[in-house]
């Protein structure tokens, strides 16, 4: 009985025997494995992580290109060192420069506004006076920074004195631009180290941003030395007004000084950047020693009366001056570079020792006006030099030479009177080619005796 338990526990134990053998071998074998790696990781250093090739640009076709998948490096054998990125292929595309980091723009011109200029607020400092929409209630005097926000009025009565080194800022207001309206009296005394400034809140201002300064029935003597005005709709505007303006600077306004009714006397300034440097209607002006100078129009006068005297204009797109039934003395100004330098309509007077230069059309156009017109260099005007319709001038000892077309052009039912002038090397028996007559109204040029030398005017 025994024997016969043996023998069926037998096959028994060799199973078992069997499966022990199986479980000793694999753990051998892990056994084996895990001592050989260990021996190879105890002689390699660590590597760091490499960096992700960003996407670069394949500058055929502007698209973007996806990097290179990375290698990853086998259990047997070291990590390859990196290696550099292949040069890009070379293409026969120009060069593309890198793009410009531009700043954000101001809410204003992202609006579609782009107006030129630094859009930049200038009101970066708390003001030592500011204002909405005030009116003054007595004497003020104004230093330092001044803001006004829409408008500030002074009334008949007040007196308000803007001392040196003052700078005024106007923002808008819920009732449109802002400005200073003055019917008391304005007193703005700055002088060459320490200008006044009247401008918009803006680091540089441009045409249109604040209304301007109005002097509005004020017969007080207002007076503005040494101060500049810019960006307005109005620099400043005269109605029925007086004013005395001296070393005062206009720039980059619809139009610069603006006169109606008024009594103007300017001395030493400048006005230019502007659509219109200076228009005055029915008004009494005197300038002297003033610069008009690239503006789209110089001056435009109608009416009234106008004294030019050591005064340039210069570099205006169309006209310099234009006027219209104005009473006119100009001496010793020059009118040089300008589209036309002077046009005068139903206007008398005198122009005297004055020079009409360069001018891209006429030199000097009247038309139905009563003028002498005596010591002037009009000449190498790439138009003609002088240009008569109607009325009753009378010319002499002027230069009348080395324009591009003609001298002089005349159109008028009456002789002209032109003796005494220069037409330059001219033969006598050759200055009718200089001149042009029009229309056929029967008129003619009456240019004998011309001068034999050049008149020395001294300018």
């Given at each position: 009985?025994?024997?016969?338990?043996?023998?069926?526990?037998?096959?028994?134990k060799?199973?078992m025997?069997?499966?022990?053998l199986k479980?000793?071998?694999v753990?051998?074998?892990?056994?084996?494995?895990t001592?050989?790696?260990l021996?190879?990781?105890?002689g390699?250093?660590?590597?760091?992580?490499?960096?992700?090739?960003?996407?670069?640009?394949?500058?055929?076709?502007?698209?973007?290109?996806?990097?290179?998948?990375?290698?990853?490096?086998?259990?047997?054998?070291?990590?390859?060192?990196?290696?550099?990125?292949?040069?890009a292929?070379?293409?026969?595309?120009?060069?593309?420069?890198?793009?410009?980091?531009?700043?954000p723009?101001?809410?204003?011109?992202?609006?579609?506004?782009?107006?030129?200029g630094?859009?930049?607020?200038?009101?970066?400092?708390?003001p030592?006076?500011?204002?909405?929409n005030?009116?003054?209630?007595?004497?003020?005097?104004?230093?330092?920074?001044?803001?006004?926000?829409?408008?500030?009025t002074?009334?008949?009565?007040?007196?308000?004195?803007?001392?040196?080194?003052?700078?005024?800022?106007?923002?808008?207001?819920?009732?449109?631009?802002?400005?200073?309206l003055?019917q008391?009296?304005?007193?703005?005394?700055?002088?060459?180290?320490?200008?006044?400034?009247?401008?918009?809140a803006?680091?540089?201002?441009?045409?249109?941003?604040?209304q301007?300064?109005?002097?509005l029935?004020?017969?007080?003597?207002?007076?503005?030395?040494?101060?500049?005005?810019?960006?307005a709709?109005?620099?400043?505007?005269a109605?029925?007004?007086?004013?005395?303006?001296h070393?005062?600077?206009?720039?980059?306004?619809?139009?610069?000084?603006?006169?109606?009714?008024?009594?103007?006397?300017?001395?030493?300034?400048?006005?230019?950047?502007?659509?219109?440097?200076?228009?005055?209607?029915?008004s009494?002006?005197?300038?002297?020693?003033?610069?008009?100078?690239s503006?789209?129009?110089?001056?435009?006068v109608s009416?009234g009366?106008?004294?030019?005297?050591s005064?340039?204009?210069?570099?205006?797109?169309?006209?310099?001056?234009?006027?219209?039934n104005?009473?006119?003395?100009?001496?010793g100004?020059s009118?040089?570079?300008?589209?036309?330098?002077?046009?005068?309509?139903?206007c008398?007077?005198?122009?005297?020792?004055c020079r009409?230069?360069?001018?891209r059309?006429?030199?000097?156009?009247?038309?139905?006006?009563?003028?002498?017109?005596?010591?002037?260099?009009?000449?190498?005007?790439?138009?003609?030099?002088?240009?008569?319709?109607?009325?009753?001038?009378?010319?002499?000892?002027n230069?009348?030479?080395?324009?591009?077309?003609?001298?002089?052009?005349?159109?008028?039912?009456?002789?002209?009177?032109?003796?005494?002038n220069?037409?330059g090397?001219?033969?006598?028996?050759?200055?009718?080619?200089?001149?042009?007559?029009?229309?056929?109204?029967?008129?003619?040029v009456?240019?004998?005796?011309?001068?034999?030398?050049?008149?020395?005017?001294?300018f």
């Amino acid at each position: 009985m025994r024997q016969k338990e043996m023998a069926e526990a037998l096959p028994r134990k060799v199973t078992m025997t069997k499966c022990w053998l199986k479980r000793f071998l694999v753990a051998c074998t892990a056994l084996s494995l895990t001592a050989c790696s260990l021996d190879f990781l105890s002689g390699v250093r660590p590597q760091p992580a490499p960096v992700p090739a960003k996407a670069t640009v394949d500058p055929a076709n502007d698209r973007a290109v996806a990097p290179a998948a990375q290698a990853v490096p086998s259990a047997v054998s070291l990590p390859a060192a990196p290696v550099p990125p292949p040069p890009a292929p070379a293409t026969d595309a120009a060069p593309v420069a890198p793009p410009v980091q531009l700043a954000p723009l101001p809410a204003r011109e992202q609006s579609g506004i782009a107006p030129a200029g630094d859009r930049t607020s200038a009101l970066v400092e708390k003001p030592d006076f500011s204002y909405h929409n005030a009116t003054l209630a007595e004497d003020t005097v104004w230093r330092g920074l001044v803001q006004v926000e829409g408008w500030v009025t002074v009334p008949p009565q007040v007196t308000l004195r803007v001392e040196a080194g003052t700078t005024v800022r106007f923002v808008s207001a819920e009732g449109g631009k802002g400005g200073l309206l003055v019917q008391g009296r304005l007193v703005a005394a700055g002088n060459s180290d320490q200008p006044i400034l009247f401008a918009s809140a803006f680091r540089n201002s441009a045409a249109g941003d604040w209304q301007g300064i109005v002097l509005l029935a004020s017969d007080k003597k207002n007076v503005m030395e040494e101060c500049r005005i810019e960006g307005a709709v109005n620099g400043l505007q005269a109605l029925f007004a007086q004013v005395t303006l001296h070393s005062l600077t206009l720039a980059s306004c619809e139009t610069g000084l603006s006169f109606r009714d008024a009594f103007a006397g300017i001395a030493g300034s400048g006005v230019s950047g502007c659509s219109v440097g200076v228009r005055a209607v029915e008004s009494e002006l005197e300038l002297r020693d003033t610069s008009i100078s690239s503006n789209r129009q110089g001056m435009v006068v109608s009416g009234g009366s106008l004294y030019l005297a050591s005064a340039t204009l210069y570099g205006n797109d169309k006209t310099a001056l234009t006027a219209d039934n104005t009473r006119l003395q100009a001496s010793g100004s020059s009118f040089t570079v300008n589209g036309t330098g002077m046009r005068l309509n139903g206007c008398d007077g005198a122009i005297s020792y004055c020079r009409f230069l360069n001018n891209r059309e006429a030199g000097l156009h009247l038309v139905g006006s009563r003028l002498r017109v005596n010591g002037n260099d009009i000449s190498q005007n790439s138009g003609v030099g002088l240009r008569i319709v109607e009325g009753g001038n009378v010319l002499w000892g002027n230069v009348l030479a080395a324009n591009n077309s003609h001298d002089l052009e005349y159109e008028g039912a009456a002789d002209l009177f032109a003796m005494g002038n220069w037409w330059g090397e001219t033969e006598p028996s050759r200055i009718p080619e200089r001149i042009r007559i029009l229309g056929g109204a029967g008129g003619g040029v009456l240019y004998q005796p011309p001068l034999t030398l050049r008149p020395q005017f001294g300018f």
